[in-house]
């Protein structure tokens, strides 16, 4: 179970002036915890605050060392534990399919950091990046009801948590081969 909200990422990385929100923060260590062997919380710290470097605020480095903890452990797992950090249900759904966008576009990011090119990828991990790119250009649909954009968004929610496992617990080989193709 998480501890760390969105909200607490999310002003966190603000006050240090990350460059990423907390979706996209917590989607690119999904990614980079999915392909990147031996990825540490101090790689994820040192890719987020660029700006802050070794100088960033100790309450800063223990929320993200939690958050890299809470989801190393739910991705290791293998029992569905994930939840990709996004707003709460009372934040508007614009607002939360953006976020939903974003996480998409961290977890390619951060799997991009540890494959070699797509050729050499399991199928299963391609069907992945395929469908995030998608997602990633998500928005709120004008012509739908409020009811069926809310039950898309839970349903890509939930698609994503079940697609993140699955990269990673696909690219158990490939970790463990120290990222060799």
Known sequence: MQTVTYDELDSTLAECEATVAAAEAHGSLCGALAAIPGYSAEDWIGDLLVNAGAEAEPRARELLTTLYGETHAALASGLMELEPLLPPDDIPLDQRTT????????????????????????????????????????????EETEETNEVAYVELFEYLRASAQLAYDDLVEHRAQGGAP
């Open 99 to 142: 976020a939903l966008a974003d996480w998409c576009n961290g977890f390619l990011f951060g799997l991009g950091g540890g494959l070699p090119q797509a050729g050499g990828w399991p199928d299963s991990v391609q069907e992945v990046v395929t469908d995030f790119s998608e997602i990633g250009r998500a928005s709120v649909g004008d």
